[in-house]
């Protein structure tokens, strides 16, 4: 099973209150099926999972490929679970817009309900904030994030499904995080990440960026002033820096022009008044690592971006431009766009949606409407 991302198309539209109303039903249903059949822990890997995310919003009821399938999904689970939250031992923070910043506070509440230590609520804390600032600083695709929701249960494992959107091509990506498969927040955090389509991109999570961030990181608590120096430098040199391979008041190194051509930095005009005082406030506070250094407020992609370029111009730890997404798409939807799709996750899910159209808890409608879409969804796989 994987944990990565998706990218989607960016949807404006909105849910009828109708459909969202029988995916809280659905939802819930399936999720207490969920737990019966595989437990808490399961339930994790799978929301972790972007394909078997992505058939859960199809089941219940949601458009395949697009936004919505992430906002909406979460928002019908979150709701759907509502008032079961102690039963299950599952506990849905965050949301879309204005509720996403209200997910610390959420986590706190939760996690004062399941009688956790201080220490541990600030490690939750903590590991919502670091996936939002790692995916929105450390993997750069021009991709603000928008929707974080943070979900955990009562033996302290959590998951991370959140959302960017880019308006420039009308697309959503969404990242997933699980805290078994997480060893360190700023190197590979994604087991597997799944895209629409492959965008150079600077990614600081490659391990190949290693040696950029440890320059960066020691960058960033030298005098903010030689930060700033090297930072007009490259500026001053921009255009003669594209097109030449090796600049003698550089040091000597080998330079891709093709990575350059676009490199956001070199084509992005810094405020450096601004810039003076978030390196200032690092400087302040001395990150002892990567991880702390995101931490500190007002620090974000553009300080990042900044420091990566200064440590690959001057110093010549060139970081990674790999997108770590990989294509996973197979027939297509009822718009005519591929989609994700996978034998095994769809018989998991279908199974469990067989299982719960024999009990009572739907009316008549509600499971002849299931057994259509399971037979549905049996045909397009048997095309497959």
């Known amino acids: 099973m994987r944990t990565g991302l998706a990218t989607l198309p960016l949807d404006t539209g909105k849910c009828p209150p109708w459909l969202f109303e029988r995916m809280k039903k659905l939802s819930r249903i399936i999720f207490l099926a969920l737990r019966e059949e595989f437990g808490v822990g399961e339930i994790l ?72 230590s201080q220490k541990d609520v600030d490690s939750l804390v903590k590991a919502s904030k670091l996936s939002a600032k790692v995916d929105s600083s450390l993997l750069q695709a021009g991709y603000q994030i928008y929707h974080h929701n943070f979900i955990f249960t009562s033996k302290k494992d959590w998951v991370v499904i959140q959302q960017g959107m880019k308006t420039e091509d009308q697309t959503a990506r969404r990242y997933h995080w699980l805290s078994f498969k997480v060893k360190d927040f ?36 030298r005098a903010p002033q030689t930060f700033l120096k090297d930072i007009e430098l490259i500026s001053k040199k921009s255009d003669r820096f594209l097109s030449q391979k090796r600049l003698p008041s550089f040091c000597e190194m080998e330079l891709k022009n093709i990575e350059f051509h676009w490199h956001p930095v070199l084509k992005e005009k810094f405020d450096l008044k601004r810039l ?23 620090v974000g992609p553009k300080t990042i971006r900044a420091l990566s370029l200064v440590s690959e111009v001057i110093y010549g730890a060139r970081p990674s431009f790999h997108d770590p997404a990989r294509y996973s798409f197979t027939v297509g939807g009822k718009d005519g766009t591929p989609y994700f799709v996978e034998r095994k996750t769809y018989d998991e899910l279908l199974n469990i949606l067989e299982k719960i159209s024999r009990k009572n808890v739907l009316s008549f409608s509600e499971q002849k409407e299931i057994k259509e879409k399971v037979n549905l969804l049996n045909k397009s796989l048997k095309n497959y």
């Open 45 to 116: 890997r799978r929301l972790s999972d972007p394909v078997w995310f992505q058939s859960l919003a199809c089941l219940i009821g949601f458009d395949w490929n697009s936004s919505g399938s992430t906002t909406t999904t979460l928002g019908a689970l979150k709701e759907g679970l509502r008032g079961l939250e102690k039963e299950l031992g599952i506990f849905i923070c965050g949301g879309k817009g204005k509720t996403s910043r209200k997910t610390p506070e959420q986590i706190e509440k939760w996690a004062q309900f399941c009688g956790f």
């Open 276 to 298: 003076k005082k978030i390196v200032e406030k690092i400087h302040f506070f001395s990150p002892s690592n990567f991880e702390n250094l995101l931490l500190i407020e007002g």
């Open 186 to 221: 700023t190197r590979e955090p994604h087991a597997g990440i799944i895209s629409a389509k492959k965008i150079p991109q600077l990614n600081l999570v490659d391990r190949v960026s290693d040696k950029n961030k440890e320059i960066s990181l020691e960058l960033s608590k």
